[in-house]
């Protein structure tokens, strides 16, 4: 197989790569979300459900991209980052957006910087409703499991 790095991500597949990167153990329920019923990602979505994690709703469609926003949210919840009460600065970011405060942690650790022009200067965005690559995902895990450990 290949990685694919520039391949969007599903929540399934974000969820997967969350709880192994906090070395959490599966439990062998099975989920209430019917999208994972039978699926690869049934486990993954039956601790997530069991976590109460915010993103896994069982009426969600868990094979569906997911979004910069889902997928920041989720990996802090997972790892036990608390997310505070501070708004994201980013001007595409309302301060109503549902993920704001995880989007506003995930800048403050240096998770995320925003948008760049070709030049390098910052844009102010995030796109938080956009989907999210596989190298975009890997990085924000990668160092939030860094943070974590030192």
């Not at 868990?62 to 501070?86: C, D, F, Y």
Request: charged content about 20%.
């Amino acid at each position: 197989g290949q990685f694919g790095v520039t391949n969007p991500v599903t929540l399934a597949e974000s969820l997967k790569m969350s709880l192994q990167a906090a070395a959490i153990e599966l439990d062998a329920g099975v989920p209430r979300n019917p999208s994972a019923e039978g699926e690869w990602s049934s486990s993954y979505v039956a601790k997530a459900e069991s976590m109460g994690l915010d993103v896994f709703a069982p009426d969600r469609d868990v094979n569906q991209p997911a979004t910069r926003a889902e997928v920041i949210h989720t990996a802090l919840e997972v790892m036990g980052v608390p997310v505070g009460i501070k708004m994201a600065k980013f001007s595409d970011v309302s301060e109503n957006h549902k993920y704001t405060k995880a989007i506003a942690m995930a800048e403050f650790l240096g998770l995320i910087t925003g948008d760049l022009a070709p030049d390098g200067t910052p844009l102010n965005t995030f796109r938080p409703d956009d989907p999210i690559n596989r190298a975009e995902v890997v990085k924000i895990i990668a160092l939030l499991k860094s943070l974590l450990e030192n």
